[in-house]
């Protein structure tokens, strides 16, 4: 989340909106319902953190839920999202709440998407030692 400062009574106006890059970790799931669709999928994202003392690298995989609603006459973008593809999305953290089958009340974070972008993979990049000597 980012804070802009905007003329609102002098006070700091709180904006929701997040951007994350990740691989598609699961296969979409469109709905169709009378005039719009919702599109779910697991965005898988690493974070990685170096101890200031030892210089030791650690990373952690997550799991992230994103939806993106679109009108029934603009799927398109439904389209271009399939499993293993790299990423941006861009929107907002929303709460989603639900009663399980066992009764208990259930709650999380996902990602309300206003937009899914594919992001081309960099470039292999060969370790020309290690080919020169094979």
């Given amino acids: 989340m980012e804070a802009n400062n905007t003329a609102n009574n002098g006070k700091k106006n709180i904006v929701n909106t997040t951007v994350v890059r990740g691989f598609v970790a699961t296969e979409p799931k469109v709905s169709n319902f009378a005039e719009t669709s919702v599109i779910r999928f697991a965005l898988a994202v690493r974070n990685r953190t170096t101890k200031k003392a030892t210089g030791e690298v650690t990373s952690q ?7 993106k609603w679109a009108k029934n006459t603009n799927l398109s973008s439904f389209n271009a999202i399939r499993k293993g593809i790299l990423v941006e999305v861009k929107g907002m953290l929303k709460p989603n709440e639900w009663t399980g089958n066992d009764g208990v009340h259930r709650n ?15 470039a292999l990049q060969l370790d020309t030692a290690a080919s020169a000597v094979a």
Avoid: C, H
């Fill in 108 to 122: 999380r974070i996902i990602i309300g998407a206003r937009s899914v972008k594919e992001i081309a993979r960099p």
């Fill in 61 to 67: 995989s997550s799991l992230i839920t994103v939806e």
